[in-house]
C-alpha cells in the first residue's frame, strides 16, 4: 500500500481521522455499548480509541504505509462487528462510504484501491444478505434504544463522510491552483522562449534572403570561370533559408499546439476570401524548399469552384501550409507532389499526394501529437505535431481530414463545408519603386544588432531612409529631431518596451501621435497583439518574417499616408 506522494496533506488527513475517530470511539462509541449492554462492544470501543490516539505518533516507528494498512483494518473489522450486531440501524452504507472515500486519498495504488473497494463492497453485500435471511440474529433493544442508536449512527456517519469531503475539495481546489500556476509558468515560459528564438531567427531569415538575391545578382555578371563557385555559394544559401523556414515552422507548431491545449487558439471567424490566392500563397511559400530538393508540386483546381468562399482564411492557411509543407518534406527528391483542389457535392476537397516510404500501419497514429514516422533523412525536420494540429484546426471549422496509403503513394484528404463568398473590395497597391518611397522616413526600434541590418536592408530596397532605435526612451528622443513617416517597434527591448512607447507616442501633444506604428514581435498569443493594438499600434508583423512580408506591410501603411498629406 502506497500514501499519495504530495507533500504532507495526507498524512494531516489521516492524522485528523485518527483523532476524530478516537473521540467519536470514547464517547458516542460509548454511548452505544450502554444502550445495548454488550460487553465485546466495551472493549472495541475502548480499543480503537486508544489505538487510533496512538496512531498519529507511530509513524516514524512502523512507518506511514503499515499504519494506514491498521486504520484500515480496524475499520473495516468495525463495519461487519457492528453490521452484524446492530442489523440494519448500523447504516453500514455510511462507513462504507467514508471507507471508499478515505482510501481514494490515502492509497495510490490503483490496484490495491480497487481491491480495498471490492472487498467492502462485497462486506455491505454479505450483510444485506444476513439481513434478508437472518444467518446471524443481531442483538435486540427497545425502540427508544433503536431510535437513540439510529441517531448516534447517522451523527458518526456525517461527521466522517463530513471531514472526508471537505478534505477531497481542499485536495481538488489546491490541484487547480497547483495546475493554473503550473499553467501560468508554462505559458510565461513559452512567451519569453518564443521571443527569444523568433528574435534571432528574423535576423538569420533576412540575411538568407539578402544572400540569395546577391548571389543571383552576382551569377548574372561572374566570369564564366567563377560560375561553378558562385553557384556552390547559391546552394549553400537556399540550404540556410530552407533551415530557418523549417525552424520556424517547427516554432510555430509547438506555439499553436500550446494554445489549442489552453484554449487560447483565435475563435473561428467566417469571412470571405480566394482560396485559390490562399493556396497559391501557401505554395509559394515552400519554393525555397521545393527548389532545394528538386520537387516540383502540380496544382489542379476545379473550374466549378466558386471564386470566393467562407471559412476562416487564418486557420484554412495553416492547415494548408501543414500539408503542403507535410508533402513536400517527405516526398522523395526529384519527384512531383499534387495538389489537388476539387468540388464534392457540398464539399472543397483538398488532397495531396507524394512518393513517401510511409505503410498503412503508420497511418494509423499519424494524426497523433508528437509521433513521426520521418525517415532519418528527415528526423531533424519533424516535431510530430504539424498533422497532430492539423486535425485540431480542421476539426474546428467543421472539416475533416484522413491519410491514406497506395503503394509507393501518400495521399491526405481534407473535406470541408463548401459555402460561396462574395468579391471584397481589395486594396491594390503598385510595384515598389525606389523613386517612389525615396523622401520617406522609417523609424525602426529595435534592439538586436543583426535584426536593424535586415530591417536597413528591406527597408532601403524601397528607398526609404531607416532610422534606428533601440529602445522606446531613445526614440521619443530622436522624435524631437526627425518626423517620419512611419514607425516599426519591437514589442520587447530594454529601458522602454514597444507598449510603453505606443502610450507615450500616442499621448504626445505634436503631429508624431498620428504617425503609423507597426509592432513587430515574436508575440503569438492574440491577447498580447490585443495589448499592443490597444497601446496605438496600427499594424502587427510576426517575428520571424520573410522580406517580402516586411516589405508588403511597410507599402501597405506608405501609400496611406501620401493621400493624407497637407495640400499646399
Given at each position: 500500500m502506497k500514501i499519495a506522494a504530495y507533500s504532507d496533506k495526507p498524512v494531516s488527513f489521516f492524522n485528523t481521522l485518527c483523532l476524530l475517530l478516537a473521540v467519536?470511539?470514547?464517547?458516542?462509541?460509548?454511548?452505544?455499548?450502554?444502550?445495548?449492554?454488550?460487553?465485546?462492544?466495551?472493549?472495541?470501543?475502548?480499543?480503537?480509541?486508544?489505538?487510533?490516539?496512538?496512531?498519529?505518533f507511530l509513524h516514524h516507528r512502523i512507518g506511514v504505509d503499515n499504519v494506514i494498512l491498521i486504520f484500515f483494518v480496524v475499520l473495516d473489522a468495525a463495519l461487519v462487528f457492528y453490521g452484524i450486531v446492530l442489523g440494519p440501524v448500523s447504516e453500514i452504507h455510511l462507513l462504507a462510504a467514508f471507507l471508499m472515500g478515505a482510501s481514494d486519498l490515502l492509497i495510490t495504488s490503483r490496484k490495491l484501491r480497487n481491491l480495498f473497494w471490492a472487498y467492502v463492497g462485497l462486506m455491505v453485500v454479505l450483510l444485506e444478505v444476513n439481513y434478508s435471511?437472518?444467518?446471524?440474529?443481531?442483538?435486540?433493544?427497545?425502540?427508544?434504544?433503536?431510535?437513540?442508536?439510529?441517531?448516534?449512527?447517522?451523527?458518526?456517519?456525517?461527521?466522517?463522510?463530513?471531514?472526508?469531503?471537505?478534505?477531497?475539495?481542499?485536495?481538488?481546489?489546491?490541484?487547480?491552483?497547483?495546475?493554473?500556476?503550473?499553467?501560468?509558468?508554462?505559458?510565461?515560459?513559452?512567451?519569453?522562449?518564443?521571443?527569444?528564438?523568433?528574435?534571432?531567427?528574423?535576423?538569420?531569415?533576412?540575411?538568407?534572403?539578402?544572400?540569395?538575391?546577391h548571389v543571383a545578382k552576382l551569377e548574372k555578371v561572374v566570369r564564366p570561370a567563377d560560375r561553378d563557385l558562385v553557384a556552390a555559394i547559391r546552394k549553400e544559401t537556399e540550404h540556410l533559408q530552407v533551415a530557418s523556414l523549417l525552424i520556424r515552422e517547427i516554432i510555430n507548431n509547438q506555439l499553436d499546439l500550446a494554445k489549442i491545449e489552453e484554449n487560447q487558439f483565435n475563435e473561428v471567424k467566417n469571412e470571405s476570401f480566394s482560396l485559390r490566392e490562399c493556396i497559391n500563397e501557401c505554395i509559394q511559400m515552400?519554393?525555397?524548399?521545393?527548389?532545394?530538393?528538386?520537387?516540383?508540386?502540380?496544382?489542379?483546381?476545379?473550374?466549378?469552384?466558386?471564386?470566393?468562399?467562407?471559412?476562416?482564411?487564418?486557420?484554412?492557411?495553416?492547415?494548408?501550409?501543414?500539408?503542403?509543407?507535410?508533402?513536400?518534406?517527405?516526398?522523395?527528391?526529384?519527384?512531383?507532389?499534387q495538389f489537388n483542389v476539387s468540388k464534392a457535392g457540398d464539399h472543397i476537397h483538398i488532397e495531396t499526394q507524394n512518393d513517401s516510404s510511409l505503410n498503412p500501419e503508420q497511418l494509423q497514429d499519424i494524426f497523433l501529437p508528437f509521433v513521426s514516422h520521418a525517415s532519418k533523412e528527415h528526423m531533424a525536420e519533424s516535431t510530430g505535431l504539424g498533422l497532430a494540429i492539423t486535425k485540431q484546426l480542421v476539426e474546428k471549422i467543421n472539416g475533416t481530414i484522413s491519410a491514406t496509403n497506395t503503394g509507393a503513394t501518400t495521399s491526405f484528404l481534407l473535406a470541408l463545408p463548401l459555402k460561396a463568398g462574395f468579391r471584397m473590395q481589395e486594396k491594390v497597391y503598385p510595384e515598389p519603386e525606389k523613386e517612389m518611397y525615396q523622401d520617406y522616413i522609417i523609424l525602426v526600434l529595435e534592439d538586436d544588432k543583426l535584426n536593424q541590418a535586415a530591417f536597413g536592408a528591406a527597408i532601403k530596397s524601397l528607398g526609404p531612409t531607416p532610422f534606428f532605435a533601440e529602445n522606446g526612451m531613445e526614440a521619443l528622443e530622436l522624435l524631437k529631431k526627425i518626423t517620419p513617416d512611419l514607425i516599426i517597434t519591437d514589442g520587447k527591448m530594454p529601458v522602454m518596451d514597444g507598449k510603453n512607447f505606443l502610450l507615450a507616442l500616442r499621448a504626445a501633444g505634436d503631429a508624431t501621435r498620428h504617425i503609423p506604428a507597426i509592432v513587430s514581435s515574436g508575440e503569438t498569443f492574440l491577447q498580447e497583439q490585443e495589448e499592443f493594438m490597444a497601446a496605438g499600434a496600427t499594424d502587427f508583423l510576426l517575428k520571424p518574417f520573410t522580406r517580402r512580408q516586411l516589405v508588403d506591410m511597410v507599402r501597405k501603411h506608405l501609400p496611406g499616408i501620401k493621400l493624407m498629406e497637407p495640400l499646399a
Open positions: 467519536l470511539s470514547l464517547t458516542l462509541g460509548m454511548a452505544v455499548f450502554y444502550l445495548i449492554d454488550f460487553a465485546p462492544a466495551f472493549y472495541l470501543e475502548l480499543f480503537v480509541g486508544v489505538l487510533f490516539f496512538c496512531l498519529p435471511y437472518h444467518l446471524f440474529t443481531p442483538i435486540t433493544f427497545s425502540k427508544s434504544s433503536m431510535l437513540a442508536i439510529r441517531l448516534i449512527v447517522v451523527l458518526t456517519g456525517t461527521a466522517l463522510n463530513g471531514i472526508m469531503l471537505y478534505f477531497y475539495i481542499k485536495q481538488v481546489r489546491t490541484m487547480m491552483a497547483e495546475q493554473k500556476k503550473a499553467s501560468e509558468a508554462k505559458t510565461k515560459y513559452l512567451r519569453e522562449t518564443n521571443h527569444e528564438i523568433r528574435t534571432p531567427l528574423t535576423s538569420i531569415m533576412g540575411i538568407a534572403e539578402g544572400l540569395n538575391e515552400l519554393r525555397p524548399i521545393t527548389s532545394s530538393r528538386n520537387i516540383s508540386i502540380q496544382l489542379h483546381y476545379d473550374a466549378r469552384l466558386p471564386e470566393y468562399i467562407l471559412s476562416d482564411s487564418t486557420i484554412l492557411s495553416k492547415i494548408i501550409n501543414n500539408l503542403a509543407s507535410n508533402a513536400v518534406k517527405y516526398a522523395v527528391k526529384n519527384s512531383d507532389v
